[in-house]
């Protein structure tokens, strides 16, 4: 029988692979020293491929959106000239606004930016939108994943509440190598003749750690 930290530490090491893949994906070459501005370009790239987006979100072009992160648009910007995400070409755009937000598909908004972004984060949370935050308190910026620091490797967490917000479907596959995963309330409810009591109950994936 499995014990918990085993199953915790194949969960670190399906990570580290799903890392690994997005580098390669992404053209970086295998063997090289990955600063985290590039592990975090490649891994907007490959949240992609594990996101479903809803048949109103925009047409082709797939457009990456940064706002006060040019250490990760640098990085994009390698790669969009030679990618293709869902068989569409790529687009990245840089400091994105309100206007610009009806052809976005993923928005990365960068730690310097989250004071002064909150209009742009507002507007974007009610488009089907994946808003990727890169702070402790991701999840309340809006984020429908979230980088975070892990032991010196970049990691991720993933709120299943904001992505149904945004009408997005995450595959398991991601939920799976997350560090942690925001569940959607659950509803239990109980009723005694004519009276229901009715308990909400948010379930949370512990981290991995």
């Given amino acids: 029988m499995r014990t918990d930290e085993s199953i915790s530490k194949r969960l670190r090491a399906a990570a580290a692979g799903v890392a690994m893949l997005a580098l390669s994906a992404a053209g970086f070459p295998q063997g090289s020293a990955f600063s985290p501005e590039s592990v975090k370009a490649a891994f ?3 949240f992609a491929s594990y996101v479903e987006w809803p048949a109103e979100a925009a047409a082709a072009p797939f457009v990456i959106g940064v706002v006060g ?6 990085q994009l910007e390698q790669l969009v000239a030679r990618i293709k995400i869902r068989g569409q070409p790529v687009e990245l755009r ?7 937000l ?16 909150h209009n742009l984060r507002d507007a974007a949370a009610r488009r089907p939108i994946l808003i990727v935050t890169d702070d402790a308190n991701g999840f309340a910026a809006g984020g429908v994943i979230n980088f975070v620091p892990r032991q010196r490797n970049v990691r991720f967490e993933i709120s299943l509440v904001a992505a149904d917000r945004a009408g997005l479907k ?27 009591a009715i308990r909400v109950a948010t379930m949370a994936w512990g981290e991995n750690r």
């Fill in 44 to 46: 907007l790239y490959r």
């Fill in 69 to 74: 992160a040019d250490d990760i648009a640098d």
């Fill in 94 to 100: 840089r400091d994105v606004r309100v206007s610009d």
């Fill in 102 to 117: 009806a052809s976005v598909h993923i928005l990365y908004v960068g730690p310097r930016a989250l004071g002064r972004t």
């Fill in 170 to 196: 995450i595959d398991s596959a991601l939920l799976a190598v997350a560090a942690r995963v925001e569940r959607r309330p659950q509803a239990d409810a109980r009723c005694l003749g004519s009276r229901c």
